[in-house]
DNA sequence: GTGCTTGCAAATCGTTTGCAATAGC
DNA sequence: GCTATTGCAAACGATTTGCAAGCAC
């Protein structure tokens, strides 16, 4: 059993084959994919999975810290499996999802931030907006 | 005429009574209305106000960066008037979302990122999430 | 009068909820 | 057997869209 799943499990969480193939679709896809996205690669080999268990799921898994959900996109929620500090691009053309290391110290100084005296922070999150070098080079005139 | 407006004007937005009055309301208040609060505070005095309306001039101003749009909260767009660059604070208890000041400096770090070679970086947003001085002191335990 | 703006109603779509069927201890 | 988990279908709610009426130059 890999770490994430021990984690899990020591919080009293039952592993099912649904949320084991969940998980499991989340360490292996770096790609921030949306609950609707999972659902559809995962169906085909468990015909029987439903959306709500995908919802279910998710939503289990981040209450307990084991992903991280993103609210760059606007349009739907995004899934990251990776729960190590790091920075997300997204791309105004194409819409694509970058993640961006982020330096260690950098994240300690956006929590020490003196603004923040009497918050107890739990998570930051830092989102960039604009054009990735692909679209860069296509010259596409941002929107 | 104020500054925003004026911004507006120049890139050719015509200004007609709604987007006045939507405009003012963000300058008015920072409270980080969503969609529904601008429509919901100023129906009383312009009746024939539409929600329509409302999505439309902010999709408009935002288009033309007169307004940022905040992603912080999952369940709702919210809107801010104050474009000059700060990070948001969301209390995971009571939902308030607060305006964090962030030093020029540190957006200058954040943006010369050197994991964003090749990017070309319209915007960072900087959201925290935790618990606010307020629900730290009820001693609220973190959902 | 032409094109932009508004606003109603309906549609869309991601997500949540109610609830009955099922699985695991 | 009891509790947690699943999954269907329906509900929900924020936002978008189609389109006809109104307004501004």
Do not use: W
Not at 27 to 39: F, M, N
Not at 98 to 122: E, K, M, S, T, W
């Amino acid at each position: 059993m890999i770490e994430a799943q021990k984690k899990l499990v020591e919080k009293g969480i039952h592993l099912s084959q649904q949320r084991i193939a969940i998980m499991d679709y989340l360490l292996k896809h770096k790609t921030h994919p949306t609950a609707e996205d999972i659902y559809r690669d995962l169906s085909p080999s468990m015909p029987s999975l439903s959306r709500t268990t995908v919802y279910n799921t998710l939503k289990l898994f981040s209450d307990h810290e084991a992903v991280l959900v993103l609210n760059i996109d606007d349009r739907n929620a995004r899934f990251d499996g990776y729960t190590h500090h790091h920075a997300h691009f997204m791309c105004s053309n194409c819409e694509q999802l970058y993640d961006v290391p982020i330096p260690d110290h950098q994240v300690a100084i956006a929590r020490a931030n003196p603004g923040l005296d009497g918050f107890r922070v739990r998570s930051v999150q830092i989102d960039y907006h604009g054009l990735c070098p692909r679209c860069c080079a296509e010259e596409v005139t941002l929107k």
